[in-house]
């Protein structure tokens, strides 16, 4: 079944409030349900239809009466009173078989839900739909020590407890969470002096990984005040930390629940890196509250609207909170690495889709990250000052409605006064638009002429043009910038914009802070590019300069097995040599583009890109970088070691960002002894695993991996580095057959998603390994989608991507992935996301 934005229609009755009890037991825990319904008079739909699926109905009433509702597929109907009922109802689910972690499930004991977006029709019969709001009572019996709900705890005693939230809400925002665990409490006071009290709840035995995760929490609470005048709405704000969760994080009104990987933190077993993914989650639902529970969307095809946005806010806050250009590129590197490829294969869809059959398989990149450039490019359009004002009027205007695209647009054009009808066209077309540029110079005055185009994407053949915000800023011929970044409104397909004055011929830096998601098409020189490199005053531009070098070296050596270009080596070094510059910075630079987004490039100028050359090239490369700065690896890798007390801040970890990509350089010229020196010193996970890395990929690190696992094999979260890390490093021939023993490993489990991603992800992440010619890495992969939909089909269907970029390849490899394609489409019984997801990919 196939569901349409077209098709919108509300719900024929007002939910009025909602009473929900729970008996909790692992096998078959009871739900009782009391909700005041009122009909809507004139409803263009009266029909009173409640969603609910894998639900024993024990018993229902009307009005206190006894009813017999017909039940259907994905719910039931019943003939209702036409004036306000109360509706009563039993049902018994079945929290400990329920391996699809959606609804109510049990993860390691613990009872935890996850009702985004469809998972509340699984608790009991409801309207679940985002545009159905309400206040919720609940009352959880049962043994657990720790039972919590939304909202504000109303009253508790031996074996229940009782939570009020005032603020209405849809079914999704709901959540229940009960078990054996422990707090990490704080307070938090905000701009009009309420206090609140916050909770981070684990299990006990990560007490000491919730420090770190509160201080963002707080960090949050406080820029959402400053940044949007926003203040948090209840009481009590808790945050539960969960191992076995399909997504990154949830966030339920009042009651967060998180992927644990996503929450606990230590120095002894994160990253800097997840570190900063951490602070950037715990913002990102802590902002839901009010871009996403306070406004909601009014249906599916919406998500955008709370999603887009709240990335864009989280985005903002990691800029203020660390470096806004370090957040930028490595924005930027994420978007071309995970959405680009989206858009421009079979899975593209617009921002705001207009069709989908399982909605779980529309919490993608597109809607995310480009749902965030487009607010990006809205505020680059209207300026800062009209941005906050539009925002300030969605919040007034919105405050407790579920609302559209058409809404968020309708702020801007009220507060502008701007005409936002071909904006639109961002929310509606898919595809990444590609633009060319030529330029041209004549007394003075320097034109540059953009032309516009977007590839076919399924279901849409043809593009209009889209209005698209292009930074511009021009420099002398002796680096000196001549004009300040200006903003071009294009709007029409092909169009040219002039500046006056000139002196010289200058060079430009076009397209600055990546100003809109698009793939820029300019014929250009290695010696401009790192002028810019050298010169620019833009830092992402002067990062995009040095990465498009290292893009046309590697595209040289693997078309034409040229040598790794000298002039972009010597930039590489003066750069890496240059104290000045941020280590951050200068470790963005120093990472060379992926050998994915090599075979993209490759595919888009015609090519048929082949793996294991892009692999040698790659190698390639780093050794002959390694080898021209073999005289000061040494010193630079002291230089950038950061000492004394481990600290995740933002300048410490661009130091060690750096520091790590300089010994994986080292490694290659002294066989690994200083990573293996590194690694006995190392106090902290970011240098622990750092020298792992690098000792693994030189076929040096068989004893140290060995110690790892036995000092870590306690620690589900380091576990599963070490499980991905061990396909990371193998070879491309032996990938496949790496990740094949682990996934024999008594440690590895196809229930939690954790493990599976961090199996079959890293396989999927080895690009030329997942792609060997064998055809291995996508049999590997398919055998195990295959196995792990009849658990867990959501987890399922998001793997499936790892299949998306199949029509780049040769004719034998996508013969391989048709034929593993069609096996998982062929198998019996096999659920809808994974159907979809297959069938969307097959048909390209
Ligand atoms: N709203 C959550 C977030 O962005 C994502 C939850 C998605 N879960 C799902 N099963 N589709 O923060
Ligand atoms: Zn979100």
Redesign the pocket.
């Known amino acids: 079944e196939t569901f349409y934005l077209k098709d919108y229609t509300p719900f024929g009755f007002e939910v009025q409030s909602v009473e929900l009890t729970f008996r909790l037991a692992p096998g078959a825990t009871r739900v009782q349900s009391r909700i005041h319904f009122a009909p809507k008079p004139g409803a263009a739909n009266p029909e009173f239809f409640l969603h609910g699926e894998q639900l024993s109905l024990i018993s229902a009433a009307v009005d206190g009466a006894p009813v017999t509702p017909t039940l259907t597929e994905g719910g039931l109907t019943c003939n209702v009173p036409d004036q306000p009922f109360v509706w009563e109802a039993e049902v018994e689910i079945d929290p400990q078989g329920n391996t699809a972690l959606?609804g109510l499930y049990m993860s390691n004991g613990m009872y935890c839900t996850?009702c985004?977006?469809e998972g509340f029709r699984k608790i009991t019969y409801y309207p679940d739909r985002p545009d159905v709001m309400s206040t919720f009572k609940v009352r959880i019996e049962g043994d657990e020590p720790v039972k919590l709900s939304n909202g504000n705890p109303t009253a508790s005693g031996a074996g229940w407890a009782e939570w009020h939230d005032p603020w209405p809400k849809p079914a999704y925002l709901f959540a229940l969470v009960a078990g054996d665990l422990v707090n990490h409490p704080d307070s938090f006071t905000t701009m009009s002096g309420k206090e609140v009290e916050l909770n981070i709840w684990v299990r006990p035995g990560d007490e000491g990984k919730c420090a770190f995760g509160m201080e963002a929490l707080k960090k949050s609470m406080k820029w959402d005040e400053d940044a949007y005048g926003r203040e948090y709405d209840l009481d009590i704000f808790n945050i539960v930390a969960v191992d076995d969760f399909?997504?990154?994080?949830?966030?339920n009104k009042g009651l967060n629940i998180f992927n644990s990987s996503c929450v606990l933190a230590s120095p002894e077993t994160s990253t800097d890196a997840n570190f900063e993914r951490i602070e950037a989650i715990i913002a990102?639902?802590y902002f839901?509250n009010w871009t996403g529970n306070r406004i909601t969307c009014r249906d599916w095809f919406q998500l955008c609207l709370k999603?887009g946005l709240t990335v864009f806010r989280d985005a903002q806050f990691t800029a203020d909170m660390r470096s806004a250009p370090v957040k930028r590129i490595s924005d930027v590197i994420d978007l071309r690495a995970r959405q680009f490829p989206e858009d421009g294969g079979p899975l593209a869809h617009p921002v705001r889709p207009e069709q989908f059959q399982e909605i779980?398989n529309f919490?993608t990149a597109t809607i995310y990250e480009k749902g965030a450039e487009v607010i990006g490019m809205l505020k680059r359009l209207v300026g800062d000052e009209d941005y906050a004002k539009a925002v300030t009027l969605y919040f007034d205007r919105h405050d407790g409605q579920a609302c559209t695209i058409e809404d968020w647009l309708k702020v801007f054009e009220d507060a502008t006064g701007r005409d936002l009808s071909q904006f639109k066209r961002w929310y509606s077309q898919a595809g990444t638009p590609h633009l060319k540029v030529s330029e041209d110079y004549a007394d003075g005055t320097y034109t540059l002429t953009f032309e516009q185009s977007t590839p076919p994407t399924p279901g849409q053949p043809d593009k209009d043009p889209r209005v698209i915000p292009i930074a511009v800023g021009l420099l002398g011929p002796n680096g000196d910038e001549v004009c300040a970044t200006r903003v071009l409104e294009m709007t029409e397909a092909k169009q040219s914009f002039t500046f006056d004055g000139l002196a010289a011929k200058p060079v430009p830096s076009i397209l600055r802070e990546f100003s809109a998601p698009v793939i820029l098409e300019r014929e250009t020189s290695n010696a401009e590019r790192a002028f810019l490199l050298a010169h620019d005053t833009d830092p992402f531009n002067r990062w995009e300069a040095g990465n498009a070098l290292a893009r046309e070296a590697r595209v040289a050596m693997v078309l034409e097995g040229a040598a790794p270009d000298a002039d972009y080596l010597d930039a590489l070094q003066k750069l890496l040599r240059d104290d000045s510059q941020d280590p951050a910075f200068r470790a963005l630079v120093l990472s060379p583009p992926s050998q994915s987004d090599i075979a993209q490039t490759l595919f888009e100028r015609g090519h048929v890109p082949d793996p294991q050359k892009i692999f040698d090239a790659a190698e390639t490369f780093a050794q002959t970088l390694a080898q021209q700065l073999a005289d000061s690896l040494p010193r630079l890798y002291a230089d950038t070691t950061v000492s004394g007390a481990y600290s995740p801040d933002a300048i410490s970890s661009g130091k060690r960002d750096l520091n790590g990509r300089i010994l994986s350089l080292l490694t290659r010229l002294d066989g690994g002894q200083q990573a293996a020196r590194q690694y006995e010193d190392a106090d902290n996970m970011t240098q622990q695993y750092a020298a792992l890395t690098c000792l693994l990929k030189a076929e040096k690190g068989d004893a140290q991996s060995q110690a790892f696992f036995e000092q870590w094999k306690g620690d589900r979260l380091v576990m599963d580095k070490w499980f991905a890390l061990q396909i990371a490093s193998a070879a491309p021939e032996t990938a496949a057959s790496v990740a094949r023993d682990l996934t024999q490993h008594e440690l590895f489990t196809l229930k939690n998603p954790n493990r599976f991603r961090a199996v079959m992800g890293a396989l999927a992440g080895h690009h030329a390994g997942f792609h060997h010619a064998s055809g291995a890495g996508y049999r590997l992969l398919a055998e195990n989608l295959i196995a792990l939909d009849k658990l867990n089909p959501?987890t399922t269907a998001r793997m499936c991507a790892a299949f998306q970029t199949w029509k780049r390849y040769d004719a034998d490899r996508q013969a391989l992935i048709r034929t593993e394609l069609e096996r998982i489409a062929g198998t019996e019984g096999l659920s809808r996301d994974t159907t979809e997801m297959v069938t969307r990919i097959l048909d390209a």
Request: hydrophobic residues 25%; negative net charge; aromatic residues 6%.
């Open positions: 959606e996850q985004e977006a399909n997504m990154g994080a949830m966030e990102h639902e839901h999603e779980n919490y959501q």
